[in-house]
């Protein structure tokens, strides 16, 4: 060990783990004043994962534990991998539920728990040689949150937009636009953004038994597999799915058997293969 800490390669290794384990703990001390002080952008995120308060508290803690561990050099191994094993987990919960954008702050924090498990795995590179059980896995471990890290990049293309204000278009039919001749107007509401930025209006008309979900100026962001609900509310305890969600702008589509207006107040966008609600229009 002596060898390699004497050489120049050596010292260069060591001195850029000082500045990853010094750029770790930085940027994980920043973040527990919002964690702490229940900051409103700390609760809306463990709101979302059904973890508040005790996971946005328990959280900071052991980030503290792992800032003060990295900034001690014969525990910095300890630090980083406490760190790595909550920002891989944040990085995912970016990836899954909350998006990589949160409450419009252009992927920040996103961005700022990638920059840590990176500082992580390298001092835990650096360091294998003390942590003899990570020594064969930590290759594939490095690999494996690259990968993942790198595919939050990508981001999935919003429909196209269709039809104007004053003549919505059938999503099924882009020919066919929306008659309002005769229509009732059952419920309207203003959408709002949740994971994601989503905004626009939605109408239910009725027209001789018929029932239409109309939306205007509608934009969200793209998903895999993003669906249209009417529900009670955003918790999904009782709800009708309308149809997937192929388009953005002016567009309207028929609603199913089963929508009950006094009861599914809610109009939801909901990507259903990770679970996530990207915005809703509460019915009125």
Not at 89 to 98: N, Q, R, S
Request: proline share 5%; aromatic share 10%.
């Amino acid at each position: 060990m002596s060898n390699f800490t004497n050489s120049s390669f050596g010292r260069t290794l060591l001195s850029a783990q000082g500045a990853a384990r010094l750029v770790a703990a930085i940027l994980m001390a920043q973040t527990l004043f919002f964690k702490f002080t229940a900051a409103p952008e700390s609760v809306y995120i463990f709101s979302t994962i059904g973890a508040e308060p005790i996971g946005r508290i328990g959280t900071g803690i052991l980030e503290l534990i792992a800032a003060v561990l990295l900034l001690v050099p014969r525990t910095g191994w300890a630090g980083a991998l406490l760190g790595a094993g909550l920002m891989g987990g944040a990085v995912m919960t970016h990836l899954t539920v909350l998006g990589i954008a949160v409450q419009g702050d252009g992927g920040q924090l996103f961005a700022y728990a990638v920059i840590i498990l990176v500082c992580c795995l390298y001092v835990l590179w650096v360091n294998r040689a003390q942590i003899p059980f990570l020594s064969h896995y930590l290759p594939r471990l490095i690999l494996a949150a690259l990968i993942l890290s790198l595919s939050g990049c990508a981001k999935d293309e919003a429909p196209a937009p269709v039809g104007t204000a004053a003549a919505p278009v059938n999503v099924n039919n882009p020919t066919q636009t929306f008659d309002l001749a005769g229509q009732t107007v059952l419920a309207s509401g203003t959408f709002a953004s949740n994971v994601h930025p989503t905004k626009g209006t939605a109408k239910i008309y009725e027209k001789g038994g018929k029932r239409t979900l109309v939306l205007t100026d509608f934009q969200t962001d793209g998903g895999p597999d993003l669906r249209i609900y009417l529900a009670d509310g955003t918790t999904f305890t009782s709800f009708v799915e309308v149809g997937k969600l192929a388009a953005t702008g002016n567009f309207f589509v028929e609603i199913p058997s089963g929508y009950e207006p006094a009861k599914h107040g809610f109009v939801l966008i909901w990507c259903k293969q990770f679970s996530v609600l990207f915005g809703n229009a509460p019915l009125k």
